[in-house]
C-alpha cells in the first residue's frame, strides 16, 4: 500500500518546534489512514477494536493540533504578526470541523472516513506551504533584522 501522508522536507518551514509538531501531526494522520484502510477492507463494517482504535487515534491528533494551533497562536501575538488574525480563523474553520467529527465518531459507523481525511490531509499540506511559511518567512525577517541591528 502507498503511503498517504508521505512526509515530504518540502513540508518544513524552518521553526524546528512548529515542523516537529507538523511532522507529528502527518505521522497521525498515516496512521488513521492505514487504520481505516485495513478495516474497510476487511468487511462491511468496522469491528469495534478498530473503531476503539481509531477514536483513540482521532483523540490524540485532535490534542496534537489543538496544542501546536494554541502554540503558533501564542507566538503570532508575542510578536505581533499582521496575518494573525486570518490566520486564527483558518485555524478555527478546522477547529469546528475536528469538532463536527468527533462528534460523529461517538456516533460510531459512518463518521471518520478515507475521503475525510483526504480532505484533513489537503487542508493541512495547504495550510502548511502558505499560512504557515507565510509566518515562519516574517519571524526569520525580524530575526536577521534584530541581528542587524544588533552587529
Ligand atoms: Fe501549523
Ligand atoms: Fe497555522
Same mark, same amino acid.
Given at each position: 500500500m502507498d503511503e498517504f501522508f508521505n512526509w515530504d522536507d518540502d513540508l518544513l518551514i524552518g521553526v524546528a518546534d512548529l515542523d516537529e509538531q507538523h511532522e507529528a501531526c502527518a505521522r497521525l494522520l498515516e496512521r488513521l489512514f492505514r487504520v481505516l484502510f485495513e478495516a474497510e477492507n476487511s468487511g462491511d463494517s468496522l469491528p469495534s477494536t478498530s473503531i476503539a482504535e481509531l477514536s483513540r487515534l482521532f483523540e490524540d491528533l485532535h490534542a496534537l493540533i489543538s496544542e501546536h494551533f494554541l502554540e503558533e497562536e501564542t507566538l503570532m501575538r508575542e510578536v505581533d504578526f499582521p496575518g494573525r488574525d486570518n490566520h486564527i480563523r483558518e485555524h478555527n474553520m478546522l477547529r469546528a470541523e475536528l469538532l463536527h467529527y468527533k462528534g460523529t465518531l461517538l456516533h460510531q459507523? =459512518? =463518521?471518520?472516513d478515507i475521503k475525510m481525511l483526504m480532505r484533513l490531509k489537503k487542508w493541512f499540506v495547504s495550510h502548511i506551504v502558505h499560512k504557515d511559511r507565510d509566518f515562519a518567512d516574517f519571524l526569520k525577517t525580524r530575526e536577521q533584522l534584530a541581528s542587524l541591528r544588533k552587529g
Open positions: 459507523d =459512518g =463518521g471518520l
